[in-house]
């Protein structure tokens, strides 16, 4: 049997291993596990503390007649004759942000879930073809994307017309795209993402909810436009988490 | 004309995918140089030479690690163009406070604290392993180092953080 100092060596390298011989040792002493357990509650504080608050200017939309230059196509690109680092415009995007704290009532700024939601709607515009598709994708297809996640729709779901696990936040996440009476509604099952409770947010042309699901994380819905309320993507998000059935 | 339709169809599929990986490699750039306007600025420089050798991503999936060299790249040209003064890690602590103190909650902001005083060759692995969600291998890979070296290094780093965090190390392995 693995010696406990290798395996406490080996978990602290890598707390999420999947190595066969790691699993052995932690199933069969308790005290590795209690070890292991412990280690994991900070590795959640570790991914938390990393995710800092970062803020980002989203995509502006492209021209579509002619090509333009490469500095008024990024969104990231720097403008002629800007000095980046002139402390003038770090005052200014400050006062804009305290300026926005105070009008807003503190809406969208600090805390870490919003820069979940920010990263969500980020993640969206990765994927825009996601919105193109109103046929049903297949069930197989589907099965494929849910079963890493330990998950499976009930049949009343709704039809599920894009099915992809994605690369998000360093995990791979599901992303659909349901049918729905109000339109098409983007679901990131976001396991691995805790929210303390429910967050609207509108942002970029999309309007959302992030709700909490008790031992799994949350669940990221979104619709794109505003002519749909927040009230009723929260009640879809109600019907999303309970056609979802978790099985761990 | 289907060559400017390609173009631009190529220029929006290329700014979706910088958009949608920018906060990571935002964040990245920033516990790399513990520093929020140096990292804006190494970021978008990045974004520039990524769009300029965009030909060269040959495929989408490898898009992180690709952008993600780029921006270890930049981030070491800064420093071969300029020669920073020398700053200690107190006050890089104190000078980026407002955004390191933004958690809710004060232990989030202790780890944070403490990930800031570790040592460059322990904070990379580990932030490329958490927040970027390398394996072993890619983070072995991307700093040209061993497997057992980057281990070793994820394992120090650890160690650290939870000593300087007030965690309960007694049953941590001693090297």
Redesign the interface.
Known sequence: MMEH??Y???I????HSTDAELRAHREACA?CRD?TE??LR??S??????????L?K??EP???D??QP?AD??????KAGHD??APRR?MAIAASVLLGVAVAGGIWL???QQ?LA??VV??M????EAWQRTEAVADSELDQVLKDSKLRLKPDAGVVSYASSC?F???RVPHLVVQTPSGPVTVMVLVHESVRKPMRFDDEGYRGTIVPVPGHGSIAVLMRGLTVGSGEIERIAARVDDSIVWTR | MNDEAGGIQRRTRFQALCQSLRPDLLRFAFWLSRDRALAEDVVQESMLRAWKAQDSLLDESAAKPWLLTIVRREYARTFERKRFPTVDVDELVAKEEPMLAAAEEQDIADVRAAIMKLPDEYREPLVLQVLMGFSTAEIARELDLSGPAVLTRLFRARRRLRAACGEDTTLDPQE
Do not use: K, M, Q, Y
């Not at chain 1, 504080?45 to 970062?54: G, T």
């Not at chain 1, 196509?73 to 720097?78: E, K, S």
């Open positions: 100092t290798d406490r060596a080996s602290l390298a890598d707390p005290e070890f412990r280690l900070f590795e504080r570790l991914e938390r503390a990393l995710r800092v608050d970062i980002t989203a995509a492209l021209p579509t002619e090509p490469v196509v990024l969104p990231f690109a720097r980046a680092r770090w600090t805390l870490p820069s920010a990263d980020a993640h515009a990765g994927e825009p690369a936040r360093g995990h």
